[in-house]
């Protein structure tokens, strides 16, 4: 296969993306793979790491109030187009994927136009507006979560899952806590706010800290890179028990979920494919300042479920935390049960799903 996919400006829409590139390669070491995306985003420089073939298109997104900088936006979008069409003539792939993002909007947008077969992934509850776009265009539209499914033409739908969950479902117990001088057999607690950190996050963890210290259960708090300086100064008057460690940052962050008994942290794409797929229970506290307020959507199809715990922002505080964390950490009962609900909404192979959607395509443009 030769499969050309685009998708850009965060992880949420890049990982899928190389997930599903990862799967494509254990089935077919012969596959070529062409990846475009923007020379500013994040993908600039995760996917040339991982020695894929990497192209790049200029385009932004509309402003939401009337502005001139969405003239330039048409302009960049219409002269990303010519870009794309010439990136397609010459790799002649035999599918084309956009996992999100404006880049993909471009890019399988001229596919779809030159009868190229093509399939857009979204990862959301909520659908977004490159999505929605693409839509109209493009043979199969694979999906997430059930609640994304009527925002779409009913006929292209197919679920499949989010192929990140297939790269962390066969991840085992490896004794990794160990490293920040955890016990393995003690339930932890991962209090994670995303590789950038939340702040909010980080504020209701410090606040209970003195707490947390009290807890036969141990705690792991990554607090983001940027963050950690000054949490560590504000806290150096308070003493942590060997319960309680604080991170910067885990680079292998899959390599750990197996060993965690619950997560508190945002409730993005990513991280619910990669909860649901390994079964763990979570508290989830979206973030309020996205688009469409889609991690609160993303996190109460996982509350429906029994699988999940929400927090407001806004009500989160040291006392909601800690009672929250204790709440399932205390009750083996009641985190067996949210796990095993979790895990009935995992889908473990999702991108073996999505590469069936994508062969499906070909055949049919062929026949």
């Avoid at 990669?274 to 307020?293: C, F, K, R």
């Amino acid at each position: 296969m030769r499969l050309m996919i685009s998708g850009g400006g965060t992880g949420g829409h890049i990982y899928p993306a190389l997930a599903l590139i990862d799967a494509l390669k254990a089935h077919d070491p012969e596959a070529q793979v062409q990846f475009v995306g923007t020379h500013r985003g994040l993908e600039s420089r995760i996917v040339p790491e991982r020695g894929i073939d990497f192209k790049t298109i200029k385009i932004q997104g509309f402003k939401r109030s009337l502005s001139l900088q969405n003239v330039k936006t048409v302009y960049l979008f219409l002269k990303s187009v010519v870009t794309a069409r010439k990136y397609i003539k010459a790799f002649k792939p035999d599918v084309v994927v956009g996992t999100g993002g404006y880049v993909s909007g471009a890019v399988v947008f001229a596919a779809s136009q030159m009868h190229i077969p093509t399939v857009i992934h979204e990862q959301n509850s909520v659908v977004g507006v490159t999505n929605k776009f693409l839509s109209r265009f493009v043979d199969k539209i694979a999906i997430s979560f059930e609640s994304a499914r009527s925002q779409f033409p009913a006929q292209k739908v197919v679920m499949t899952g989010n192929p990140r969950a297939q790269q962390v479902a066969n991840i085992k117990k490896s004794g990794a806590l160990a490293q920040f001088d955890l016990d393995p057999d003690i339930p932890t607690a991962l209090i994670f706010g995303g590789s950038r950190g939340a702040a909010r996050i980080n504020a209701a963890a410090v606040a209970a800290i003195p707490e947390l210290n009290k807890r036969d259960y141990q705690t792991l708090f990554v607090t983001g890179q940027v963050h950690y300086e000054k949490i560590r100064n504000g806290l150096s008057a308070t003493a942590l028990a060997p319960n309680v460690k604080i991170e910067p940052y885990i680079k292998n962050m899959p390599a750990i979920l197996p060993e965690v008994a619950v997560i508190l942290g945002r409730a993005g794409a990513t991280s619910i494919a990669e909860i649901t797929a390994l079964g763990i229970p979570s508290i989830l506290v979206p973030s309020p300042y996205v688009t469409n307020d889609h991690q609160t959507k993303n996190a109460q199809s996982l509350v429906n479920a029994g699988a999940a715990e929400l927090i407001k922002e806004a009500d989160l505080t040291g006392t909601s935390l800690v009672a929250a964390l204790d709440g399932l950490l205390q009750s083996t009962t009641h985190r067996e049960t949210m796990a095993a609900n979790a895990k009935k909404l995992g889908m473990p192979d999702a991108a073996d799903q999505l590469l069936h959607v994508l062969e499906t395509v070909i055949k049919q443009h062929r026949d």
